[in-house]
């Protein structure tokens, strides 16, 4: 299998965003803390945003508001403290995907 191109990981970024967003839908902080699950669909979606992003030249990303190294700086933290990834902080980088969204459209209709 080839590896996807920066078009195909900007697709990739902007369906893990709205799989956030679809399994988020209604859930409160509480109801995300007790559900293992829906943390861990979650957690999957965030490290396929910040691993895709990776691959957008950056050259191109420097072009938009957002700060890119944000993504990628989260897909650190879930890798290298995956053994204390606190429910707190992932649904409140839920509640933050706005901009990313934004940018990335922007980048898909722009730039490709």
């Known amino acids: 299998m080839d590896k996807p191109t920066p078009v ?5 970024i902007l369906a893990a965003i709205s799989s956030i967003r679809e399994f988020m839908n209604g859930a409160t902080l509480e ?3 007790d ?7 979650v957690k999957w979606n965030f490290l396929i945003i910040g691993e ?7 050259s ?3 072009k938009y508001p957002f700060p890119s190294y944000v993504p990628k700086s989260f ?6 403290s995956y053994y204390e990834v606190k429910p707190e902080r992932t649904y409140l980088a839920t509640q933050d995907l706005g901009g ?3 940018v990335m459209t922007s980048i898909f209709q722009n730039e490709f």
């Open 75 to 80: 897909l650190n933290y879930f890798i290298e």
């Open 8 to 12: 195909e990981r900007v697709e990739h």
């Open 31 to 33: 109801t995300f803390a």
């Open 35 to 41: 559900d293992e699950l829906l943390q861990s669909a």
């Open 52 to 58: 895709a992003i990776r691959y957008v030249d950056q």
């Open 60 to 62: 191109i990303l420097d």
């Open 100 to 102: 990313l969204e934004e």
